[in-house]
């Protein structure tokens, strides 16, 4: 089948460098983010998820910085590995909706080794 | 293993026949969704589910039906399926409103 990753832009990054992936949300009332990680023929994974009371969330190699002003969310993946390569999504919520996630498009992360 | 399930993972079908996509979450949540994953669309959500017996379209709910008798079953019903209807699907359950999906592997529906 095709893949979830064709028409989407890619970002390429070497093996043990520091990736940053953008998303630009569309609404300003979206109080909860999300970052997914989706792999060839399975679901979108869960990576980590931030609140639009904070601007900074830690993981385990992952970090999401929540710029409210300009609608602008990112995630650092440190230190890049082969199995980060995949389709990226970002998500917001607005918690007084339906629990309806809405998606951005995604980017591809491809690592050369 | 918490889990979202759904069955199959890969079907094809002829225009017109009825099919049933069935979904089932082992982790009591209380939301429930459909989505469909198109390339160059990314995801878009078909129909929800707050809980038993409350069901509502969500972007693109043209050609599909849901129900929700009991919690932790969510199916997705093609009455008269299409081409359009080709695509990639997932199931996801949530606990509660505002937090993220757990989603299933994907059925991938192919009509002729």
């Known amino acids: 089948g095709e893949s979830v990753g064709l028409h989407l832009p890619t970002l390429s990054v070497q093996e043990g460098d520091n990736s940053i992936i953008n998303c630009a949300y569309s609404?300003?009332?979206?109080?909860?983010f999300i970052w997914y990680k989706q792999e060839s023929g399975k679901g979108p994974q869960f990576i980590i998820d931030?609140?639009?009371?904070?601007d900074k969330r830690q993981g385990q190699r992952v970090t999401v910085l929540l710029n409210k002003t300009v609608k602008h969310l990112s995630l650092q993946i440190a230190a890049t590995q082969p199995g980060d390569s995949a389709v990226y999504f970002c998500?917001?919520?607005?918690?007084?909706?339906?629990?309806?996630?809405?998606f951005g498009k995604g980017i591809t992360l491809s690592v050369r080794p | 293993e918490a889990q979202v399930t759904q069955n199959p993972r890969y079907l094809i079908t002829v225009t017109g026949k009825k099919l049933t996509v069935t979904c089932s979450q082992n982790?009591?949540?209380?939301?429930m969704s459909w989505y469909r994953q198109d390339p160059g669309l990314g995801l878009r959500q078909i129909y929800y589910?707050?809980?038993?017996?409350?069901?509502d379209k969500g972007d693109v709910p043209e050609g599909y039906k849901v129900s929700r008798k009991e919690k932790r079953n969510f199916p997705l019903i093609l009455e008269s399926p299409s081409p359009n209807q080709t695509s990639l699907y997932f199931c996801?359950?949530?606990?509660?409103?505002?937090?993220?999906?757990?989603f299933g592997s994907g059925t991938r529906l192919t009509v002729v």
């Open positions: 931030i609140r639009s009371n904070m």
């Open positions: 996801a359950s949530s606990l509660l409103s505002g937090q993220g999906y757990t």
């Open positions: 998500a917001e919520n607005y918690t007084g909706a339906n629990s309806k996630l809405t």
């Open positions: 609404n300003s009332a979206s109080d909860y």
């Open positions: 982790m009591n949540h209380e939301y």
């Open positions: 589910s707050m809980n038993v017996e409350v069901t």
